[in-house]
């Protein structure tokens, strides 16, 4: 529902980025969004296309990298990868856990052609 | 000649900036701030009146209240005597941190002690924007399914407390309170539940606790940061 507002902001820092090198074109972008973002990818492809369109610009490819849900067991510390849901911690099987990372929404990187 | 630059910046910077702004004047002004969070017809704004039939007059406590339409939540709202102030979104699904440093700017910083920011009914959307909170609280009705947690991790995964509404109805609807608080564990295991009725006023003492343990805690915070 909110991804249009996202994708206004990917595109707006996108270009802002590929503006600080003189006469370069942006070509892509890379964006990585956490599991439990609430970001659907569909939903931010289909915004950035017609954001892209509306901003006149040239299409730039979006490319999304969803990461996986991290968390670290609070009784020994190991650090776990889980799928959206927490699970007990794979070595001493505690539910004891923290959340480290996967809600993340981050401009990763820009691709300009110079 | 194409070359990738790294830039590693959040999607949302600028509410991020704005909600670290606001984090400071919270902290300087000793405010709580509590980001309340659910579907529509949860019943976050009666959680709200009966919470602030709870204070008294001397109590410093406001409520910002996120609607896409209408006044109506704030005029309910706004009997308790305590300052109360809408923010019509119009279309937008959620409350960005912009729209809460605007909707501050009326308030002296060190005249709220607490601050309530009832959000659009959304389960989705709001998740994502930081508007400066020490929490998020999570609302679950009992009308509502148990498999809300897992169908929306985000907000679940985020909240610090879950307040479930509407319990007085509890023995007339097929909601299982035990599955809704292992759903809900299972997204979040620290999450903090409570459950509570805005008719029989089961539940108020905890959730009153609550506010006052946090407080506590709060001010504690601010005054080793000596601000």
Known sequence: MHEVGIASEILRASHAEAARRPGARLVAVTVRIGVLAGVDADALRFAWDVMSEQADYDPVTLQIEMMPRRNRCLECGREFVTEMYSEPCPDCSSENSTLLSGDEMQLASVEVEE | ?227
């Open chain 2, 1 to 227: 000649m194409t070359t990738v630059v790294p830039v590693e910046k959040k999607v949302l910077n600028e509410n991020q900036r704005i909600a670290e702004e606001l984090r400071q004047r919270y902290a300087k002004g000793g405010t709580l701030c509590l980001n309340i969070i659910s579907s529509p017809g949860s019943g976050k704004t009666t959680l709200l009146e009966k919470t602030l039939a709870g204070f008294s007059a001397q109590d410093k406590v406001a409520v910002l209240t996120g609607d896409l339409q209408t006044e109506n939540d704030a005029r309910r709202l706004a009997r308790y005597g305590f300052p109360v102030q809408q923010i019509v979104t119009g279309t937008v699904c959620h409350l960005d941190s912009r729209m809460i440093e605007r909707a501050l700017e009326p308030w002296a910083s060190n005249e709220i002690d607490l601050l309530f920011i009832e959000n659009v009914g959304n389960l989705v959307c709001p998740s994502s924007y930081d508007l400066g909170e020490e929490a998020k609280i999570v609302v679950l009705s009992v009308t509502e399914g148990e498999d809300k947690p897992l169908k929306y991790p985000s907000i679940f995964s985020k909240a610090a407390l879950m307040i479930v509404t509407k319990m007085d109805l509890l023995p007339y609807v097929p909601f299982n309170l035990e599955q809704a608080k292992a759903n809900a564990r299972q997204v979040h295991p620290g999450i903090e539940i409570i459950e509570v009725s805005c008719q029989t006023g089961q539940g108020f003492d905890r959730w009153q606790q609550w506010l006052t343990d946090r407080r506590l805690a709060a001010r504690e915070r601010f005054a080793c940061a000596g601000v």
